[in-house]
């Protein structure tokens, strides 16, 4: 008589257990189920942070103008006025979900020449020349002109209601 072995519980080729359950189909549904609030999370927070700097460099709130001493750009002074006011009202717009993919392109080049004009010259990498935050805002608005605003945007309601 041969002797008999019990069913292997490590995956196979196939992805599944020896129970011939699949987790991994499983997760992988139920994770894009949720892609699409998880996408309207990440633009708001992106437009919300985005949105602060501006506040900040306008307004001198949230610890004013990177900087200023707590203090605001002086209005219509090139580019750093202009860029504040793009981070704040595209922020928002972003933020909201209402037109989201032109305030994303906007944002996006806005902190492209922020990174090129003002951080490149001081040093190549971001991190040697304080440029993170304006290189991952224009990536992170860069994907989202790309994706959208996702489930729970502004722009969605309206078009729902039409």
């Given at each position: 008589m041969a002797p008999t072995t019990a069913p292997?519980?490590?995956?196979?080729?196939?992805?599944?257990?020896?129970?011939?359950?699949?987790?991994?189909?499983?997760?992988?549904?139920?994770?894009?189920?949720?892609?699409p609030y998880a996408l309207s999370a990440f633009?708001?927070?992106?437009?919300?942070?985005?949105?602060?700097?501006?506040?900040?460099?306008?307004?001198?709130?949230?610890?004013?103008?990177?900087?200023?001493?707590?203090?605001?750009?002086?209005?219509?002074?090139?580019?750093?006025?202009?860029?504040?006011?793009?981070?704040?009202?595209?922020?928002?717009?972003v933020m909201l979900g209402v037109g989201s993919r032109t305030?994303?392109?906007?944002?996006?080049?806005?902190?492209a020449y922020a990174y090129f004009d003002v951080h490149q010259s001081m040093a190549l990498w971001p991190i040697q020349n304080g440029g993170e935050a304006s290189a991952m805002f224009c990536w992170a608005f860069l994907l989202l002109v790309f994706t959208g605003p996702g489930a729970l945007s502004l722009d969605r309601l309206f078009r729902r209601d039409r």
């Open positions: 292997s519980a490590s995956p196979s080729a196939s992805g599944t257990t020896g129970t011939g359950a699949t987790q991994a189909p499983a997760l992988t549904e139920r994770l894009d189920a949720v892609r633009r708001i927070v992106v437009g919300l942070l985005f949105a602060c700097h501006g506040a900040a460099s306008l307004f001198g709130i949230l610890g004013g103008a990177a900087g200023s001493n707590g203090g605001t750009i002086a209005a219509g002074t090139w580019p750093g006025w202009y860029a504040a006011a793009i981070q704040l009202v595209g922020g928002v717009l305030a994303a392109l906007i944002s996006s080049g806005s902190m």
